[in-house]
């Protein structure tokens, strides 16, 4: 099946700092790719949608200067975290639509970055 | 503005024991996708409902959907112990896109 590998899994960095997030997909063709943060024993939220070759399109109220989307080619996209401060710490996860023999067959998740500013 | 409501957003529930979890949207829209969420793990996909009276089956778990109604239910057959997680559901933002809207969740627990 489609999947997607994200790395890092956790990481801990300085305020100040920037981390940066990959979403790879595999063995398929990921034209667009959502990325979502989690906080602890919260929903989902979408943050933005990044599409191979344009800019992102960023939900309200997220900073498109803070977190740099880059999907430069059709198996990897790239979330980095500027400026991280602790309020930034949270469960960030990519999430590529799937189709199967041409038909929308679902969305595959990666595995999630758990983001600790300190 | 698009809401996803699950309830009830806790559960605890006996091993053996059924029970329905609700997911109420407040938009059009003619599908809808179950996820299963494990503790500090992202999400495993459980079931795509593409159109009204859609109901699918994989084990213990049963989904169905009425667009009428704007409802889904996750329905849960003598419940074991490794179905404890939290559940979502998610639909689209608007008909026709491909940005979904997550559902609060709901987190399931069953006791051994």
């Known amino acids: 099946g489609a999947v997607v590998s994200q790395h890092p899994s956790w990481v801990i960095c300085k305020s100040g700092t920037s981390v940066k997030i990959e979403c790879r997909s595999l063995?398929?063709?990921?034209?667009?790719m959502f990325w979502y943060r989690q906080f602890p024993k919260q929903s989902l939220m979408l943050m933005a949608t990044s599409n191979e070759g344009s800019k992102a399109t960023y939900e309200q109220g997220v900073e498109k200067d803070k977190f740099l989307i880059n999907h430069a080619s059709l198996t990897l996209s790239t979330l980095t975290v500027t400026s991280a401060h602790p309020e930034d710490s949270s469960f960030y996860i990519c999430?590529?639509?799937?189709?199967?023999?041409?038909?929308?067959?679902?969305?595959?998740f990666g595995s999630g970055t758990r983001l600790t500013v300190v | 503005e698009l809401k996803v409501e699950q309830n009830p957003l806790f559960l605890s529930m006996q091993e053996g024991k059924n029970y329905t979890i609700y997911c109420n949207y407040s938009t059009t829209s003619d599908r809808l996708y179950w996820y299963r969420q494990d503790p500090g793990k992202s999400l495993e996909s459980l079931f795509v409902l593409l159109s009204n009276g859609a109901v699918k089956q994989e084990g213990r778990l049963m989904a169905s959907l009425d667009t009428k109604a704007r409802l889904s239910t996750l329905h849960i057959t003598a419940a074991v112990h490794d179905l404890s997680a939290t559940y979502f559901c998610a639909v689209p933002y608007t008909s026709g896109t491909y940005k979904y809207i997550f559902g609060t969740g709901t987190r399931l627990k069953v006791l051994a």
């Open positions: 063995d398929f063709q990921a034209t667009t």
């Open positions: 999430s590529a639509r799937v189709r199967d023999r041409g038909f929308l067959s679902g969305y595959t």
